[in-house]
T-cell receptor, first 113, second 109 residues
Framework: ETGVTQTPRHLVMGMTNKKSLKCEQH?????MYWYKQSAKKPLELMFVYSLEERVENNSVPSRFSPECPNSSHLFLHLHTLQPEDSALYLC????????????FGPGTRLTVL | GQNIDQPTEMTATEGAIVQINCTYQTSGFNGLFWYQQHAGEAPTFLSYNVLDGLEEKGRFSSFLSRSKGYSYLLLKELQMKDSASYLC??????????FGAGTTVTVRA
């Protein structure tokens, strides 16, 4: 257990569905991240929130919409996804964004049909 | 952007030593992390190097040479539970952590 939880752990959705991924951290951190991990590819940083403000949107398509209502929770809203969006989506948190260890959640395995 | 290279796969015998190399090209280097990721699980932190030299933590050691853009993770006295993917990640600028594709280590009895 890393102190970062994600739900659901697995999600199958059609291209016309709308779903949300949830991440919660119990570590008192003030920065949270979304990453995408595809098979045999490096983790790709998607979004960074620091003190609930989005500080990075790494050229992610608008069909992915993040939300950070407070420092402990992070959501990723999904709509009209494509099959190539199927991947493991990992949430992470850290204390500050400067060179600090990031703690990862277990991820949500997403399959888009 | 960052360019981070590490081998795709390595195999070793229980009790042996394995060295996973990582080379990187980046501007604004601020440190290098190694993470371990078991299949279906979250990456977990192993080490952080920002200065040249060797950092030792029990059976795991990590080395960094900033001038050469090179790091390695050394796993000693390998155990079956060490079978996992090992991710090299570089932080440049402030918060941007860029990952290599990972090295899958298989430990055989």
């Amino acid at each position: 257990e890393t102190g970062v939880t994600q739900t659901p752990r697995h999600l199958v959705m059609g291209m016309t569905n709308k779903k949300s991924l949830k991440c919660e951290q119990h570590l008192g951190h003030n920065a949270m991240y979304w990453y995408k991990q595809s098979a045999k590819k490096p983790l790709e940083l998607m979004f960074v929130y620091s003190l609930e403000e989005r500080v990075e949107n790494n050229s992610v398509p608008s069909r992915f919409s993040p939300e950070c209502p407070n420092s402990s929770h992070l959501f990723l809203h999904l709509h009209t996804l494509q099959p190539e969006d199927s991947a493991l989506y990992l949430c992470a948190s850290s204390q500050g964004t400067d060179y600090n260890e990031q703690f990862f959640g277990p991820g949500t395995r997403l399959t888009v049909l | 952007g960052q360019n981070i290279d590490q081998p795709t796969e390595m195999t070793a015998t229980e009790g042996a030593i394995v060295q996973i190399n990582c080379t990187y090209q980046t501007s604004g280097f601020n440190g290098l992390f190694w993470y371990q990721q078991h299949a279906g699980e979250a990456p977990t932190f192993l080490s952080y190097n920002v200065l040249d030299g060797l950092e030792e933590k029990g059976r795991f050691s990590s080395f960094l040479s900033r001038s050469k853009g090179y790091s390695y993770l050394l796993l000693k006295e390998l155990q079956m539970k060490d079978s996992a993917s090992y991710l090299c990640a570089v932080i440049a600028g402030d918060y941007k952590l860029s990952f290599g594709a990972g090295t899958t280590v298989t430990v055989r009895a």
